[in-house]
């Protein structure tokens, strides 16, 4: 492990350890909001470290605890996780070495292990990026939802800390550049349409699933060759 931070630059080094101290926010706003919304303290740690995946795992108790069938939230997880496929293609090569090195870099991988490791120059800096990050993203994120767990059995209500908060921000940080552009912000505007007309009518979670449609917008647009 020593080895493979030495390997790394340091602004990546400074990058991923900035992103594991917000990670582990965002994890512990999980762990509360979880025990809060009525599941037991193990339920969330075991999603933490079997699934490992935020999105999917806030959708997951979303869905259950506005009253949606554990169907449809694992049918939304594995929607919204269906993103990792492409990620695996494009980085194959950096995962790891044999089925037991592959099935561990796969749990590991997330957004942010793909993003450092496609932005470093060569393979080799790329995969101790891909490992050092998906490696400390996964403590941070465990140990962040452990003590939301045992933050949110003792206050109850987790918005007495905030914590309640921290995922919404946290997404709308990471939503707002991409705004910028017109297709994205038309796509975005549009799913949100379409999962406020939904929800009055539809059980919890299908209008998040409907709120996808956006998507049809966001397509490039064919230009034409002239002739």
Known sequence: MRSMWRTLDREVVRDVLALAAADVVIGASFGAIAVS?????????????LVFAGGAQFLAVGVIAAGGSPLAAVFGGLLLNARHLPFGLAIGDLVGRGRLGRLVGSHLMT???????????????????????????FVVWNLGT?????????????????????????????????????????????????????????????????A???LVVAVPRRTAVPS
């Open 146 to 210: 452990a003590a939301g767990a045992l933050a949110g059995t003792a206050i109850g209500d987790p918005a007495a800390l905030g914590l309640d908060a921290a995922f919404p921000a946290a997404l709308l940080a990471l939503v707002l550049p991409g705004l910028k552009d017109r297709d994205t912000r038309r796509a975005a505007l549009l799913g949100a349409a379409v999962a406020l007309a939904a929800s009055p009518f539809l059980p919890p979670g299908v209008p998040l699933l409907l």
């Open 37 to 49: 919304a009525g599941l037991p303290l193990w339920l969330p740690c075991a999603l933490s470290l």
């Open 212 to 214: 996808l449609a956006g």
């Open 111 to 137: 957004d942010e292990s793909v993003a450092f490791a496609m932005a470093q120059r060569d393979q080799v800096r790329g995969r101790a990026a891909f490992w050092a990050t998906g490696t400390v993203l």
